[in-house]
């Protein structure tokens, strides 16, 4: 009797709850990268050990190795489609400079991974990260096939519906679904956006592989939609403009175009 008093109740509800993986300026500075690499794919609090291996020949002194660098985390590591490292990014606070950051970069740079590190207290904007990760921003865009046990399901369709899984279904067997660098370059083959409006292409070059946000930004830049107090491009731009537009409105599908049930002849009285 006396033990059954002594006992504890056990709560009856759960124990955990769901938190947030990231929230705030944190998840804020996440969606900047995004924009920024729309091609890359992001990998929150990389370990090293993940990332480098230690190439000492005793077994003892590379497990060693190996756990001292697991103790050590990279804010996001930044991979391509195959998940080989392109760079990591840091982020410190102000005045940071440990001679474990220093080991830590020194590693890094042995093995080739470049890192860019920002403060916590000063993160940079979607086009700060643009320009200072420029060089990877042209990372090839994943391809993704179906897989081989995968099952299709068939049921009956409109004819737009059908019309447009058509092109999609042809966008995958050319393995092309937007316009490349290349197509960009040629299109842009006099350099006139390029050297006259640096901060267009930069939106263009970010937007290439994105066909709805492309054709959304280059109708942004008519005039009807820049205001009456803003002069137009000259001419050699507003060729480069056009092409590209152009070649882009084909990898925008169709709209598919609903019926409504609702007979628009009747109305409330």
């Known amino acids: 009797m006396l033990s059954r008093l002594l006992k504890k109740s056990v709560p009856s509800g759960p124990s955990f709850s769901k938190m947030p993986y990231a929230e705030g300026e944190q998840l804020a500075f996440y969606q900047r990268l995004r924009r920024a690499l729309p091609n890359c794919t992001l990998f929150p609090d990389v370990s090293l050990a993940a990332l480098l291996t230690p190439l000492a020949s005793d077994a003892r002194h590379q497990r ?27 982020l410190t606070h102000a005045g940071q400079q440990d001679e474990q950051r220093v080991l830590t970069l020194g590693l890094l740079e042995e093995a080739g991974i470049p890192c860019f590190s920002w403060e916590t207290s000063r993160l940079p904007s979607t086009d700060q990260i643009l320009r200072t990760m420029a060089a990877f921003t042209d990372i090839v865009p994943p391809r993704f096939e179906a897989a081989a046990n995968s099952v299709m399901r068939h049921a009956s369709v409109s004819p737009a519906v ?79 403009l056009t092409d590209l537009q152009g070649a882009n409105s084909r990898f925008i599908p169709a709209p598919v175009q609903t019926h409504s049930s609702w007979n628009s002849s009747f109305v409330n009285i």
């Open 64 to 90: 060693q190795l190996q756990e001292r660098l697991a103790s050590r985390n990279m804010a996001y590591g930044v991979f391509n489609d195959t998940l080989e490292c392109q760079c990591v990014i840091e």
């Open 162 to 240: 059908g019309q447009q899984a058509q092109q999609t279904q042809q966008t995958q067997q050319t393995g092309q679904g937007s316009l490349t660098m290349d197509d960009v370059l040629k299109l842009t083959k006099h350099g006139n956006v390029k050297a006259v409006y640096p901060h267009v292409w930069e939106r263009i070059c970010l937007f290439h592989n994105e066909p709805r946000h492309l054709e959304q930004y280059l109708s942004s830049l008519s005039l009807q939609n820049r205001g009456e107090n803003r002069n137009g491009f000259p001419e050699g731009v507003i060729v480069e």
